[in-house]
């Protein structure tokens, strides 16, 4: 054998060798759907779930059920648009901001001055937002503006312009992400408004959360309306989340888990799908650039949160299994290709010699 076959045979197996790991990692890369909700101060479908899907207590939460049906409460920890990618104003709608423009969760529109509140105040707080499926990403909190009338729909112009909350990667602590922020002064009824973009994909979740400062009937008004009950939000609490569970058409694909580690969560049977098409996944349709996009910011580089749990980093939506596999197939073929070509040239210049 000569040296320049030497040298081929060797590259050749080199390219086979070095090709086999990156078709094992794409056939076993396996999509994962980020979930939660914002329980401090505790959103309207976590409020709502919280009340009972089938029998809820408020008023404006039988109005949710009435206009979107039991599965949004019962999905209360999937509020996202998978291909969002930082396009937040872009491609939710105005008067569609607490449903992120998904038809399923329309009832979470609804403009009323009675949705269940918590009592802020201004200053510091820590705020917790339930992750059933954790992952690596960015928390913005906005709030309305002075004047925030919750009778007429919401709009982006409705929140003051900056996030007054905004943190990456926070702790993970009990299921929960925690963290800090100030919260601005502000009287009466007022909403806050969360976006939770992923980094490890352009998945996003949105919550809407309805405050009241000052306490009391006065805090329960909006602008131009009359004083109201305005019941007190609650947060989910365990034995709840696994009860619903068992109705929920959330696949988090074996990720996440309320206590932040493996819950080992099996696909939904077909038929347990959002109403414009598969489950988890957005009416819109995705291009190839928007998939491929992860605007979120990086955060610390072995992916963990600061109380030392690992946050899964598999990203996209039901998407990326054909894709990975797709790539599997293709890289598993060309390291046979290059390893046939090896051999035919070995056995050609045994010929010749």
């Known amino acids: 054998m000569t040296a ?36 401090n101060p505790v959103s309207r479908v976590s409020a709502c779930f919280a009340e009972g899907p089938e029998s809820p207590d408020s008023a404006a939460c039988k109005a949710a059920v009435q206009a ?19 396009r937040h ?13 998904r038809d399923k969760y329309k009832g979470l529109d609804l403009p009323r001055a009675d949705w269940p509140a918590t009592a802020m105040t201004a200053g510091e707080h820590t705020f917790t937002y339930r992750a059933t499926a ?18 007429k729909p919401l709009t982006w112009a409705d929140l003051e312009a900056k996030p ?46 309805d405050v009241t400062f000052g306490g009391g009937a006065a805090a329960a ?24 569970a068992e109705k929920s058409t959330v696949d988090h694909h074996g990720h996440g888990g309320d206590s932040g580690a493996e819950a080992n969560h099996q696909p939904k049977a077909a038929g347990a799908a959002d ?25 610390s580089q ?6 030392g749990q690992h946050l899964a980093e598999t990203g996209g939506d039901g998407s990326t299994g054909p894709m990975a596999i797709g790539g599997a197939a293709v890289l598993a073929t060309g390291a046979a290709v290059l390893f046939a070509v090896a051999n035919r040239r070995k056995t050609v210049r045994r010929g010749r010699g």
């Not at 979107?68 to 930082?86: F, R, S």
């Open 4 to 39: 320049r076959a030497t040298v081929r045979r060797r590259t050749a197996r080199i390219a086979v060798l070095g090709m086999v790991p990156l078709a094992l990692t794409a056939l076993s890369a396996d999509p994962a759907s980020a979930h939660g909700s914002m329980t």
């Open 68 to 86: 979107g049906g039991t599965q949004a409460l019962y999905d209360w920890n999937e509020v996202n648009i998978p291909d969002a990618a930082g």
């Open 89 to 101: 104003k872009e491609i939710i709608p105005d008067g569609k901001l607490c449903s992120a423009g």
């Open 134 to 151: 954790p992952h690596r990403g960015s928390f913005e909190l906005y709030i309305t503006k002075d004047g925030y009338d919750p009778t």
């Open 164 to 209: 007054f909350a905004k943190v990456t990667d926070p702790t993970l602590r009990d299921g929960s992400y925690v963290f800090s922020g100030k919260v601005p002064g502000k009287s009466g009824r007022h909403l806050i408004y969360s976006v939770w973009q992923r980094s490890d994909s352009p998945e996003a979740f949105y919550t809407c959360s």
């Open 221 to 244: 008004k909006g602008a131009g309306t009359e004083a109201d009950s305005a019941p007190t939000a609650a947060a989910p609490d365990d034995a709840q989340i696994a009860k619903g």
């Open 275 to 299: 109403e414009k098409g598969t489950e988890g996944n957005h009416p819109e349709a995705k291009s190839a650039e928007v998939m491929a996009a992860s605007t979120g910011p990086e955060g």
């Open 302 to 307: 072995d992916g963990s949160a600061a109380d």
